[in-house]
């Protein structure tokens, strides 16, 4: 008998991405059978979308409100466990508290939500459940963040100077979002996608990241929010000054309009006695400048990487793993908060705090841009 | 109803390291249903994985010859449809050739097997029985690769002079073998790896791309076969000169004892009008000098690509795809074939002949070091 | 006979790094003579310099102002033609302003002076007195950052909307101006390196390269300097937010305090059709994603440099050219302009003009930081 | 008074290149004032390139013979003290020969000549006068090889296994020498460059790179040598598999007909505990893989390089050194020699055994390629 669990997903159907990739992530590691969804809010799209992967139609919804309310009444031993959403950033708050409240553990594509009172319901709603929820910062669950925060956190950089992170894309540099090319249309469409373009997509996770990968906060920022393209309604770039609360200081820089760069999400952090460099485009490295000045590329799944990166790759050193994989990592941590097993590695997953946190980083930094003055973010409530 | 290929495995249980990559790979694209095992020679072995992976008890088998049967004698809908072979190279031909003769489909690891006698035996059993046959040469199923072999092939490079293929590790540089590495032991053992080491693990992966990438065939080799760890029995290093059918001429490299080098093949190509370069360990690039004299990086899954190489990736530009995913391209490829579907692009997977060049490639070599003068080798038969 | 520029130089002597360098680069295209100096305040210093350098005891003054009196009063086919000033920031108002009076040309290092009333007089000097100043804002003068310039002058990235340039080292990490080192000493003391640290050292050749290479001007700027180093003076950190007169954003980080860096200048620019990407460090490569998105290097001395970018270089395509073959260029093209000989390019060394923007830029950043709100520059008078 | 090392050159005249190349080498340390010349066989070239050096018309000669002889009875406090020899290969072991007869000492390019028998005749004069000897073999002269050769020697890497040394360019893909260019016009002339083409202009470079860094000597090679270009006398393309007196072994290729490569000379070196790798594309980087399997990025003039290394260095750390300033290196050593300072480093320039090794691989090489087995080196001598 298969321990795997039963999932459904609520978005993901024809011509979205990011569901696919949630498809593939959960099958990697077989932690998962994918048993119900409502994959759009089309329910022809729904159907094809389960009938192409093999899902029993009974179990394919025609709103999301029917999956929750119809699973919950399936036998426990039928019924999904846990419930994946990857649509648009306007549709997380709802199903997340539905799902939640219905007994259902979730696992969320970022940003959290659209508005700080949606990330407190949301909130309130992991707290008062207990229920697990994740939410797909995926950068943070590559091997060599892991083994960056672990160093970090170690003190082998000593103490933390400076952050440059960056998260540069050059998808939008046209007004893409004009040919119907769905990605683009919802993610600059403020209905969709919430008060902030490039800053909610990709932005929230240079954020995440920086605070994952230090374990300090931010403390203010200083923000320029940009719209490049004309007549588009969002950012679609922007740059941020930022304090940590640590005392360090650096600058945050999210752009959808640098013209051919793919996904270039990069983080270079200095102390008073090290360094560390990770470039999300080529992920299996990671530069660290030791005490003696010299720079080496430690390599995933080599002997120079601790048993919290090892405990995320699947293949020896020298066999690339990537997006999916990291992905997946979050998956499989999922799946086994679900199961109640322990794990080896302290927040193996990005939580409710990481999207409150998103949140409010975003609320801070949209405060900044409309004042020009430097904005406080509440402190970390973790 | 799900569509997906019911499958078999043999080899795989535990200590095994390519297995569970076939798995990943088997599940990634969602073509597979693994209903069935024999994962090693200690059934223990094969219950223990198969509960783990969720395989019904009674299709794990105790030996791959009652799984062949018995799976043979199942009603059609519910027999396995193909078998996975991922066991060491002296186990690839029996359960090959029995599997196809029984009226299963068959993907096998590299190399093909052990001896020419052992080749011609598949490759006959695959000619009389027409089923599909693949041979996991994952390499030559990476998206830029097959973008190198479209552009070679349509002459963007001119004439071909020079290749460079190398296949650089440094696993074995020491005696790992007497440490009870189960991936060391049988790699360097005569009686399981057949008479060659490093040049049937790794030397016949680059000979493969090599031919693959450029559409030629090797005609001639002069061929070194160190062995530099005391005391090892096969070849732990070679080096070989090549000239090809095309009038080209070049190095093949293939080691284990490079101190530090993880998984480092890597081709490079010049011809009269264009060169062409690419590593495995970064395997989303593609570096391409034009006419004009200058490098430039294709990069997977951007405009720069062709369809081919494009129907081969999952995840848009700047979304790093690594060793898992080409894999799971061919696993997906040979899906499609055991399905009739027609593919897109021409080799879709690597099949019969490409083993049995693998094969006389190494008896070349072999024999080449032996006498050290030059041998031929036959001309291809595809 | 040698139509060499007799040349003196002012400061360079023992301890001193930047003198030296100067030495290399006017003597690396043979256009000067070095035949009068007064290396350092004390005359000692001057003697031993000069004995090593062969020049004439004679001409080896004790005082500056001794070397430009004595010196002017020598016949004219003598006495030396040019002066070159390498000394602490605090001392090149006073030698540049007084050898150009007394008929001299002059080639200084940079920042130009320490404040906005010298730059007034130093402007004012060289326009009145008609004689070359260059300026020694070295980068510029690279072969690939002349390329990047004339590309987007000619529009080849379109309109350029971000601007990333940084300047990142980490050898003022500790306090090692305690420890006598004399280029960490002056460069942290006030008196000597004016009212800012990091941000004149290195971040000036960052705002200098930016407008060089975009021909446009920086109109505001948000600046925060950081002293990171307990007790020290001086800013060892600064990032700043500007605003382009065209239109563009962008951000300037330099610092002293990134541990383990050596000398990272940087620049990424991204347009409407394409970018440019140029590391210091790697100074024969420029990066250039071109329209059709692929991204090309580009590489010094090759067919794909235009004739300006050319005229910089002394060997073929992959010989490496750097730091010292740069400065050289700035000498060389300076004694072109001292022999009144044309030149093939625009604006062939700094000027000036650059000098003065450099000083206005270095009090608009000290004003914003101060007040934390945006600081406009003055426009270019040019 | 100027202790600088009076010289005079042969060869480097208009159209040359190398002759620019040691001029600014030997200017940029001030070791040498260049006093005289025979700048090429016609008497014009040689006046115009004296008249734009600045140098005395009188000690501007017409034929090397009469410069030998002329300079050789001026007043030894006037006289010339060195002679750099810069002319295509037949004109290395006359000049060489007689100038050291006649009392100068002598800097010549490589290859050292153009058979076994003038190289002997080389040998002796050098022995025979005790005048300084040294071949600009510029490479062995960058910094990071320096580096290379102490780690090496100093067993860091353990006991050498593996070689692998190229010099791959592609400027010769093309019949280049019949447009005139003088640099391809003699390359590929038997009566000038002897009985190879790319194996001596660049193959020995390679071959004496490999030979420094290790210490170790060529035992025996086995060769093909290639041409590609229909109707070129010389092998344009090399290919030699070599094994090492030490027990290593390994591969060297040196190839003009690679398209798109510029001057790609890069060697890989792996032993029983470490491994180098260097790129004379990017000479300040060198690739250190320690004992703990991590790559170290070790760079120019940083506290992780030694003190030989840090003798070839002028400027600090990120401020990149190339090309010239190696070539230079070898020009102040070799000034420091005839001044008879004893020198810090061991092998400070290389020299007649570093000449003679080369012409004998050559042979070796040429005599393999006839007879396609392996050919056995001499000893070497030193």
Same mark, same amino acid.
């Given at each position: 008998?298969?321990?795997?669990?039963?999932?459904?997903?609520?978005?993901?159907?024809? +011509?979205?991405?990011?569901?696919?990739?949630?498809?593939?992530?959960?099958?990697?590691?077989?932690?998962?059978?994918?048993?119900?969804?409502?994959?759009?809010?089309?329910?022809?799209?729904?159907?094809?979308?389960?009938?192409?992967?093999?899902?029993?139609?009974?179990? #394919?919804?025609?709103?999301?409100?029917?999956?929750?309310?119809?699973?919950?009444?399936?036998?426990?031993?039928?019924?999904?466990?846990?419930?994946?959403?990857?649509?648009?950033? *306007?549709?997380?708050? @709802?199903?997340?508290?539905?799902?939640?409240?219905?007994?259902?553990?979730?696992? #969320?594509?970022?940003?959290?939500?659209?508005?700080?009172?949606?990330?407190?319901?949301? *909130?309130?709603?992991?707290?008062?459940?207990?229920?697990?929820?994740?939410?797909?910062?995926?950068?943070?669950?590559?091997?060599?963040?892991?083994?960056?925060?672990?160093?970090?956190?170690? +003190?082998?950089?000593?103490?933390?100077?400076?952050?440059?992170?960056?998260?540069?894309?050059?998808?939008?540099?046209?007004?893409? &979002?004009?040919?119907?090319?769905?990605?683009?249309?919802?993610?600059?469409?403020?209905?969709?996608?919430?008060?902030?373009?490039?800053?909610?997509?990709?932005?929230?996770?240079?954020?995440?990241?920086?605070?994952?990968?230090? @374990?300090?906060?931010?403390?203010?920022?200083?923000?320029?929010?940009?719209?490049?393209?004309?007549?588009?309604?969002? =950012?679609?770039?922007?740059?941020?000054?930022?304090?940590?609360? +640590?005392?360090?200081?650096?600058?945050? #820089?999210?752009?959808?309009?640098?013209?051919?760069?793919?996904?270039?999400?990069?983080?270079?952090?200095?102390?008073?006695?090290?360094?560390?460099?990770?470039?999300?485009?080529?992920?299996? =490295?990671?530069?660290?400048?030791? &005490?003696?000045?010299?720079?080496?590329?430690?390599?995933?799944?080599? @002997?120079?990487?601790? &048993?919290?990166?090892?405990?995320?790759?699947?293949?020896?050193?020298? *066999?690339? &793993?990537?997006?999916?994989?990291?992905?997946?990592?979050?998956?499989?941590?999922?799946?086994?908060?679900?199961?109640?097993?322990?794990?080896?590695? =302290?927040?193996?997953?990005? =939580?409710?705090?990481?999207?409150?946190?998103?949140?409010?980083?975003?609320?801070?930094?949209?405060?900044?841009?409309?004042?020009?003055?430097?904005?406080?973010?509440?402190?970390?409530?973790?």
């Amino acid at each position: 008998m298969s321990s795997r669990v039963r999932i459904g997903m609520i978005g993901g159907g024809q +011509g979205a991405f990011i569901g696919a990739v949630h498809r593939i992530a959960l099958r990697m590691d077989n932690k998962f059978d994918l048993v119900a969804g409502c994959f759009g809010r089309d329910p022809e799209n729904t159907k094809l979308t389960g009938s192409e992967l093999g899902i029993d139609p009974a179990r #394919c919804y025609d709103t999301w409100q029917q999956m929750i309310e119809t699973e919950a009444s399936l036998p426990e031993s039928e019924r999904i466990e846990a419930i994946s959403i990857v649509t648009p950033n *306007h549709v997380h708050h @709802g199903p997340t508290c539905s799902a939640l409240r219905a007994g259902f553990h979730v696992i #969320c594509d970022k940003p959290l939500c659209i508005s700080a009172e949606e990330a407190q319901e949301m *909130h309130a709603a992991v707290k008062e459940t207990g229920k697990v929820f994740a939410l797909t910062h995926n950068y943070s669950a590559s091997p060599m963040v892991r083994e960056a925060r672990e160093r970090v956190l170690a +003190g082998e950089l000593g103490q933390i100077r400076k952050i440059y992170v960056e998260y540069l894309q050059g998808w939008l540099s046209d007004k893409l &979002e004009e040919s119907g090319q769905k990605q683009a249309d919802w993610r600059t469409d403020p209905k969709r996608s919430g008060p902030v373009g490039a800053l909610g997509d990709i932005g929230t996770h240079a954020h995440q990241l920086l605070e994952f990968i230090t @374990g300090d906060q931010v403390e203010s920022v200083f923000a320029v929010l940009n719209t490049f393209v004309d007549g588009r309604a969002l =950012d679609d770039d922007d740059m941020i000054l930022f304090k940590m609360a +640590g005392g360090s200081t650096g600058t945050l #820089c999210s752009s959808q309009v640098c013209f051919g760069r793919e996904n270039g999400l990069k983080i270079r952090i200095f102390g008073t006695q090290g360094a560390l460099e990770w470039d999300q485009e080529h992920p299996n =490295d990671l530069k660290l400048t030791a &005490e003696d000045g010299v720079t080496r590329n430690l390599r995933t799944a080599t @002997g120079a990487v601790g &048993e919290a990166s090892g405990s995320l790759t699947r293949t020896p050193a020298g *066999h690339p &793993e990537g997006y999916l994989e990291a992905f997946a990592n979050i998956y499989t941590n999922f799946a086994a908060a679900v199961r109640n097993e322990s794990s080896s590695i =302290d927040r193996p997953f990005p =939580d409710i705090e990481d999207g409150v946190r998103g949140v409010q980083f975003i609320g801070a930094a949209l405060e900044s841009n409309e004042i020009q003055s430097w904005v406080k973010m509440p402190a970390e409530e973790r």
